[in-house]
């Protein structure tokens, strides 16, 4: 990247002026068109925008180049000021940015979206900016390649733990190519900061170990400058930039109002005559009248290419996530030349087995601390970059307590892989705060997560080995407990070497037809048994292994359903999981069963997972004593 040694000259200086009219015009165009928005963050946080490109290594024609500068804008609702930037730096037409503002169907949406060309992160919950900064700067580390990654953050969000998560992660790793600024106006939604929530960004940042450099965020040499020194930085810094909200409009100016306020068709008169811009609002309302919103058809990445190996298959009881640790570090030594992988743990790597990757490529694994909202983040903003990323915790902390991260990570249509041990009642002594009974319901809620539940050690190393080639969300949860390799009605490996795993097709482990149970996870083992029991009294059942749940096996179903009853059994929530999504399916089938469901009905005690799945009348012996009594009529 090419970058002046000095200060802008007096006509570059002009220029960047003359442009910032234009800019401030277009976001009160924009805002007041729509009557909604952010217009007085957007003029405070703007000079910063367009000195920063002006500068960076970006391409319009070309905005996902690999060796390009990465921008991330955390403060999502100053979109007027991205939209003009980029679009005054020619990434689109301005008239459609302005017209289109707001606009159902457009690409222009309140807050920001990666399907705008030129912005690389959807944002707006505050907090979660620097986080991405950081994946995005770990890619370019990960895959050997040049350039940095600049975050504009607002104020007001500073006082998000994540930010201070992300601040010791970033001094951690030493991610000296990661620049952030802090538009530091001083204002926020309810008034001044000092009063909303006192705090000393300075001091903060200081106290993590960051270089600070403080500036006028309105001065264009001041700002350049800025940058130049924060390149050569041996750390991470924070440019603070003191700034007005509203700059340049005299009746704006250190105005909290017009922190989400659009200004009215009159104010906007006296504003643009101030500018000195002229008044398009006829126009832009007369594009905005005649706009065709398009369809979205963005392409969706291909798969990787990826060595898959020979399967590892237990002969003696094993966890499912001892197997999911031995097949990670066999993938990883296997593709480390090839592909890029990297791993994030929690400070729980013995118990969920990502040490054994950590010692094939130690410098791809990334150890965030208990910091889970800071490390979904990057470990998702990462992931798009084209590194396969893996996300280790358990249940509770790596999918309950990070549902928003994943959900931002959804929308911005991230390539991630959790791995979430330590799920359902098989934590057993650590009891109902860590028993994660809810990740099918929670998860199934993000539109593009696909869950794939194990039931063995045999079948998590096979769905491990699948996810590692795939490109997209994915939730694998498992238990802690061993289970004993499932076999199928011949006494051999049901998941042997020969087994394909696909996604959304159930697996029949037993047939019969008295009536058929679904089962998943932990609760296969224990569903055999319950065969077993019930076969001894000539009651014989059909079982299935539903690995997919949100992607119901309808050949499966249909076949279950013909039965006349189904059962379903599992240890997460009755109301959410498998039991009420094969619900729904049945009634969009329009078949005709009888449908039970066995699940957790309630939060769980501490103790032997053998004693809370007794406790729960979740284990072999209750559940097929309920069966029998269902099936004797």
Request: include cysteine; aromatic fraction near 8%.
């Amino acid at each position: 990247m090419q970058i002046l040694e000095n200060s802008l000259t007096n006509e570059e200086v002009d220029n960047l002026k003359q442009l910032a009219l234009k800019a401030r015009s277009a976001i009160l165009h924009m805002t007041t068109l729509a009557a909604s928005g952010h217009p007085g963050g957007s003029m405070s946080t703007l000079d910063m925008l367009l000195t920063l490109y002006k500068i960076i290594n970006v391409d319009p024609t070309n905005p996902k180049k690999e060796d390009r500068d990465i921008v991330i804008v955390s403060h999502g609702h100053v979109s007027p000021a991205v939209y003009s930037t980029l679009a005054l730096n020619g990434f689109f037409k301005l008239d459609d940015a302005v017209s289109q503002f707001r606009l159902a169907g457009s690409i222009f949406e309140g807050h920001i979206e990666p399907d705008v060309p030129g912005v690389e992160w959807a944002t707006g919950n505050l907090g979660q900016g620097l986080s991405a900064g950081i994946g995005f700067a770990l890619a370019k580390r990960v895959k050997n390649l040049p350039g940095n990654v600049y975050v504009l953050m607002g104020d007001g969000e500073q006082q998000k733990g994540q930010l201070a998560e992300a601040r010791r992660f970033a001094v951690k790793y030493n991610l000296t190519n990661l620049i952030a600024f802090v538009d530091y106006n001083g204002l926020q939604i309810s008034g001044k900061t000092t009063n909303v929530m006192p705090q000393n960004i300075k001091d903060n940042y200081l106290s993590d170990g960051w270089n600070i450099i403080e500036i006028d965020g309105h001065n264009y040499c001041e700002i350049q400058q800025a940058i130049i020194e924060a390149q050569k930085a041996d750390k991470p810094t924070v440019i603070i930039a003191n700034t007005v909200m509203g700059k340049s409009v005299s009746f704006m100016e250190n105005k909290e109002k017009y922190h989400g306020s659009a200004i009215s068709e009159e104010q906007l008169v006296q504003a643009l005559q101030e500018l000195g811009q002229e008044n398009k609002l006829d126009y832009y309302k007369k594009l905005r009248n005649e706009f065709i919103p398009k369809v979205n058809h963005s392409a969706v990445p291909a798969d990787f290419t990826v060595k898959r190996g020979n399967n590892i298959l237990y002969d003696k009881p094993n966890g499912n996530r001892e197997a999911w640790g031995n097949a990670l570090a066999d993938i990883a030594n296997l593709n480390k030349n090839d592909l890029p992988f990297a791993v994030f743990d929690c400070d729980l790597a013995g118990s969920v087995k990502t040490d054994g990757f950590a010692k094939v490529l130690p410098e791809n694994f990334f150890q965030g601390g208990i910091m889970e909202h800071n490390t979904a983040t990057i470990a998702g903003a990462m992931s798009k970059e084209g590194v396969q990323v893996f996300f280790a915790d358990f249940g509770v902390f790596g999918v309950d307590e990070t549902y928003n991260q994943h959900r931002l990570n959804d929308i911005n249509k991230t390539n991630l892989k959790i791995v979430t041990t330590h799920v359902g009642l098989d934590v057993g002594e650590d009891g109902k705060t860590h028993q994660c009974i809810d990740y099918i319901g929670v998860m199934r809620n993000l539109y593009n997560f696909k869950i794939i539940i194990p039931a063995c050690p045999d079948q998590t190393d096979h769905i491990i080995r699948y996810a590692a080639g795939k490109w997209g969300n994915y939730l694998i949860p498992m238990g802690r407990s061993k289970i004993a390799s499932i076999l199928n009605e011949n006494g051999q490996k049901y998941f042997d070497a020969n087994y394909n795993f696909v996604y959304g097709k159930a697996d029949l482990l037993r047939r019969g037809s008295k009536a058929a149970i679904f089962a998943t996870g932990a609760v296969v083992e224990f569903a055999l048994e319950v065969v077993k029991k019930l076969e001894a009294e000539n009651l014989d059942v059909t079982l299935y292994n539903l690995s997919s749940p949100c992607e119901i096996d309808e050949e499966a179903l249909r076949c279950a359903a013909s039965t006349g009853i189904i059962f379903t059994y599992e240890d997460h929530n009755v109301n959410t999981g498998i039991g009420a999504l094969i619900a729904q399916k049945i009634v969009d089938l329009e078949l005709k069963t009888k449908l039970i469901k066995f699940g957790v009905t309630d939060y769980q005690c501490s103790g032997s997972a053998k004693d809370v799945f007794r406790r729960a009348g979740l284990d072999a012996e209750t559940v097929a004593e309920k069966i029998r009594k269902v099936l004797a009529g």
